[in-house]
């Protein structure tokens, strides 16, 4: 009870503006993200770095996923100079983690150019590989970052199987990203849960 009064009294606050109270310890709502033919649903906001939000499909949670898309907002960057170190930290964050960077290039869009990022990760004692299809442009402000990842898994042969889903839709998810409408980043909940 004390949530939804507290989530009340944010609205009228704030002038009804989105704060991510959810009722009853619930999750916070945000817009569905329709993207390469599924639905995906807000599992995660962590504000400890940047403010960054995980969406996963159908049932999938935090813990299982075979897919995500998780946008990352960069209020400090608000040029293309800016965006350009975000880019050059984001490669050396993956590399720092085991990944290794498979496509970098700048590709057109609606609204100028982006960068786009292809890193895959080998997890061996998992038997799989994680490739991260990574979008970075500057938005209305600033900076955002749309990451769709993907886990490939196979107890035969997960390396054979990733490079055949490389092979044949890293084009498809690139453009995909170039076309991907994120959502207003003012108005995602930007309550940890």
Known sequence: MYKIRQCALALICCGAAITGCALAGG??????????????HLASFDKKDKPTWDFVSGSETMDDWTTMLTIIDRPDARSSKDLDRVVEENKSNYE?????????????????????????????SKQ???????KAAMG????????????????????????????????????????LDLPDIDRLPRTEF
Do not use: C, M, W
């Open 128 to 134: 799989r590989f994680e490739i991260s299809f990574v």
């Open 27 to 40: 999750t916070p709502k945000a817009p569905p993200i329709h993207f390469l033919g599924r639905t995906y």
């Open 96 to 124: 720092s983690h085991g990944g290794r960077i498979l496509v970098a290039t700048t590709l057109p869009y609606a609204d100028g150019t982006y960068n786009y990022t292809v890193v895959g990760f080998d997890e061996p």
């Open 140 to 179: 209305r402000r600033n900076a955002q970052v749309a990451v769709y990842r993907v886990r490939i898994s196979d107890p035969q042969d997960y390396t054979g199987k990733a490079k055949t889903f490389l092979h044949q839709h890293s084009a498809e998810v690139g453009s995909a990203l170039g076309q």
